[in-house]
Nanobody
Framework: QVQPVESGGGLVQAGGSLRLSCAAS????????MAWFHQAPGKERDFVAA????????YYANSVKGRFTISRDNAKNTVYLQMNSLKPEDTAVYSC?????????????????WGQGTQVTVSS
């Protein structure tokens, strides 16, 4: 079992950067696919980025490619989301999720464990 806990959200101006962290308890963290999703008010939860268990494969939503980077440190049971060149439309609650399989990584319903989320607000 894995229990993710996010941190690092906040208020930033457009063009700025933030780094989110997701610390997950559990001995088997290194075997899980980890992902970030975001949800803006009145909208559905959308896929942002994912990393397979080793970190050798990473995936991104088209809207964040070239701006966001997902990485993980299995020794620290932590996954990160480095967000650069932030835009007002990136404003949302960002949540970390974990699953055993790497299949269908863009679908939030396939993830077994979720954190509470952290708010990211980008001002124009």
């Amino acid at each position: 079992q894995v229990q993710p806990v996010e941190s690092g959200g906040g208020l930033v101006q457009a063009g700025g950067s933030l780094r989110l962290s997701c610390a997950a308890s559990g001995r088997t963290f290194s075997s899980y696919t980890m992902a970030w999703f975001h949800q803006a008010p009145g909208k559905e939860r959308d896929f942002v980025a994912a990393s397979t268990w080793s970190g050798s494969s990473t995936y991104y939503a088209n809207s964040v490619k070239g701006r966001f980077t997902i990485s993980r440190d299995n020794a620290k049971n932590t996954v990160y989301l480095q967000m650069n060149s932030l835009k007002p439309e990136d404003t949302a609650v960002y949540s970390c999720a974990a699953k055993r399989s790497a299949a269908y990584y863009t679908y939030p319903t396939t993830y077994e464990y979720w954190g509470q989320g952290t708010q990211v607000t980008v001002s124009s």
